[in-house]
């Protein structure tokens, strides 16, 4: 028999629904959901082919032991190996105390996933050694909004598209990472007078479509942002009622970019002065303003200034809490916003609390029923701390969730070696080997998106329920689930009772009422059978809130926004004579991570087919070298190779290279041997974006950075 089920794309964070036709649980079409408001129908190529990631050769169906690296491993029984982690962990606690193990999980899973994950590491065991990798995607988006507008979380909705005049991207290539949004914005600048402005270093597929594209100086957004300002100020294309009624600190950003004249931007962004002005013109005269920014904004040292910089013009301008307007942080994960509603990271709590207030983990412990000093009030290790403190021994077991840190994290050398460290390395996942399940002790089977029930939450805040196309294969099960498992060995059982995603989604919907700019006690698996719901949804009859703070009074507490002054530094790695180019990593339209999915698509692989590095047509000719050219880069970290492709779009002085293919393309193949773990110092986010390196042709000899 035949039936369609409905679920979500388990790439981007545009958050697609999938309408997935099954027989003999085997998944025979899948089409996009024509009713599910993110995608209307539409899907990118990863999305139209995600059923040809289930039954891929490297799926991992039971779990697998080995007490040394040099062992092979042994297949058990799933109750088995949580069996033995108890007692491992047990074991750990007795002699080295709770915080001498760490969790590292996904904005890949779902939010049911997301909580117990949280819940273990917090509420059961008591460390707040938790950390995810929207660390190296969302972070700084999620600081600067909590700063300036008093909660997590954009108050915009992707019907802004059909609205606004004028869409400023800055760092974000939509159109290879968000194309089915990218679409809509497309489609939208067929109008006229609706403008795009591109700012990127590169000349991506975004910025050849756009109106006016600013090829800044990698790193020096912040200087792009203040300079606009500073012309709407002098132009009077500000806002001065709303500045007035809604906001405060205002003098301290209006003193601020009085120093950041065009003509100092230009010099310092390596744009036009013309193109500044043409810019803010936009910016300010247009009626609506809709702001995108992903990982070019958020990747660096400066990531919450830029993110800040950004909603400082909507704050000046006024364009914020109405139709067509707002700033817009696109998420490049699936679920990295439920994520950010359980609190997965290390500083966070449930329903966007944090460990260091004494009011969130009351609230919290009471909620989880377990004692209040059971969670810690100081912020657990973040991603990079957590790699280095595995280095030195000061944690003993990490359980990676989802992720393939040595492929992605930043400095795979450092990462390499505290994997080799750590006395314990779980690795939870769907696939095996990976770079990082190869230095695994234990493997635990996970189910696939596609073989669970759940929700995730989309970059505009829209809940969408996962509904099982297929069983997942072998012993494996949802992520979850082995969660609570695992907690019920540790005599936890009754914290972790959950008999099913629904019921888990319950309980952190208890953690979310009563929070005023995220409630959800209007959403249930009931409901999002029939349609997706965005939060805040407050009650059963409330369609959802598309866009929050139409009253103009924001989450702080004052109600009004705050206006924060940032000013431009200078990225972390130095561009120097020996390592004279600015290297950025990011994806690819076909590619999805580090391809434990999209590997096995062969359609995807025709698309992107292999690595590159890519350099302006100049800077490989003064190098003397040609398209295809075996090549190696040369930071302070190490030396990674791959071959040149030349290409006009490259801004001189930079170099670009995508991160899905780690070591799959050969053990120095991987972009993060050259990249270093440098973080904003308040959202703790690596700099991916700015990486100063030198570019040599390959002789194939060894080279020490
Ligand atoms: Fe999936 Fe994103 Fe493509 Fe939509 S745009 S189909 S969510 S990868």
Redesign the pocket.
């Known amino acids: 028999m035949e039936t369609t089920v409905k679920t979500i794309?388990p790439?981007?964070g545009?958050?697609?629904g999938l309408s997935v036709k099954v027989r003999d649980n085997r998944i025979v079409d899948v089409k996009g959901d024509k009713e599910h408001p993110a995608?209307f129908g539409s899907?990118?190529t990863?999305?139209?082919t995600v059923d040809q990631t289930i039954d891929t050769p490297n799926r991992l169906k039971f779990a697998q032991i080995r007490f040394n690296r040099s062992d092979p491993f042994e297949p058990v029984p799933l109750d088995g190996a949580l069996e033995h982690l108890a007692e491992k962990y047990r074991s750990i606690f007795r002699d080295h105390g709770r915080d001498a193990v760490a969790f590292y999980v996904s904005g890949q899973l779902t939010t049911e996933s997301q909580y117990v994950f949280n819940k273990l590491a917090k509420g059961a065991i008591g460390t707040n050694n938790i950390d995810a990798n929207s660390r190296l995607c969302m972070s700084s988006a999620v600081s600067a909004y909590k700063l300036s507008l008093g909660a997590d979380a954009p108050p915009t909705c992707y019907e802004d598209i059909e609205l606004t005049e004028c869409f400023l991207i800055l760092g974000a290539n939509m159109a290879e990472c968000?194309?089915?949004?990218w679409q809509r914005i497309k489609r939208r600048a067929n109008r006229k007078r609706v403008r795009i402005i591109v700012v990127d270093p590169r000349r991506t597929p975004t910025a050849e479509n756009a109106h006016l594209h600013l090829a800044i100086r990698p790193g020096t957004d912040v200087a792009l942002l203040n300079a606009m300002l500073h012309v709407m100020i002098s132009q009077g294309w500000i806002n001065p009622r709303f500045i007035r009624d809604h906001t405060e600190d205002w003098e301290k950003v209006r003193g601020m970019v009085e120093g950041w004249s065009p003509a100092r931007a230009a010099k310092v962004c390596g744009v036009s002065e013309i193109d500044i002005h043409r810019a803010a013109f936009w910016f300010g005269q247009s009626a609506d303003a809709l702001s995108f920014w992903a990982m070019g904004a958020n990747q660096s040292t400066q990531g919450v200034a830029k993110n800040l910089g950004i909603i400082n013009l909507h704050l000046a301008t006024g364009k914020i809490g109405r139709p067509g307007s707002g700033p817009f942080s696109l998420t490049g994960q699936?679920n990295a916003m439920g994520g950010r509603e359980v609190g997965y990271m290390s500083g966070l709590l449930p329903g966007h609390r944090n460990v260091s207030d004494d009011a969130h983990r009351k609230e919290i412990a009471e909620i989880w029923g377990v004692p209040l000093p059971r969670i810690r009030p100081k912020p657990g290790l973040d991603a990079v701390r957590m790699f280095e403190a595995l280095e030195t021994g000061e944690v003993k077991a990490l359980w990676v969730v989802g992720c393939n840190p040595l492929a992605t994290m930043p400095n795979s050398n450092q990462i390499r070696r505290a994997l080799e460290k750590v006395e314990l390395l779980v690795v939870q996942d769907c696939y095996h080997p990976t770079e990082t399940s190869r230095l695994a002790h234990v493997l635990l089977p996970a189910a696939l998106n596609l073989e669970m029930e759940g929700t995730m939450t989309n970059s505009e805040r829209r809940v969408s329920l996962l509904q099982p196309c297929v069983s997942p294969p072998g012993e494996a099960r949802p992520d979850w689930e082995i969660g609570c498992r695992f907690a019920a060995l540790m005599g936890y059982e009754e914290q972790f009772s959950f008999s099913s995603a629904a019921n888990i989604f319950e309980e952190h919907k208890l953690c979310c009422s009563d929070v005023y700019a995220l409630n959800m006690d209007g959403i249930t698996y009931g409901r999002l059978k029939h349609h997706p719901i965005q939060w805040p949804c407050p009650t059963k009859s409330s369609p959802g809130i598309a866009r929050r703070y139409r009253r103009k009074t924001f989450a702080t507490p004052s109600g009004r926004a705050r206006f924060h002054p940032v000013d431009d530094l200078p990225p972390a790695d130095r561009i120097t004579p020996d390592y004279p180019f600015a290297l950025t990593t990011g994806r690819l339209a076909h590619q999805w991570h580090s391809r434990t999915k999209t590997g096995h698509v062969a359609k995807l692989g025709k698309l992107n087919p292999e690595p590159f590095v890519a350099a302006h047509p100049a800077d490989a000719q003064r190098l003397g070298l040609r398209n295809g050219d075996a090549v190696r880069l040369i930071s302070r970290r190490g030396v990674a190779r791959t071959r040149l492709k030349i290409e006009e779009s490259m801004r001189e002085g930079s170099l670009f290279m995508p991160f899905h293919w780690g070591q799959s393309a050969g053990e120095d193949g991987c972009v993060n041997l050259v990249t270093h773990g440098e973080a904003d110092p308040i959202s703790r986010q690596p700099e991916l974006k700015h990486n100063a390196v030198r570019l040599e042709r390959d002789g194939g000899e060894a080279v020490k950075a």
């Open positions: 794309c790439y981007c545009v958050g697609c995608n899907l990118c990863k999305g139209a968000h194309p089915v949004l699936p």
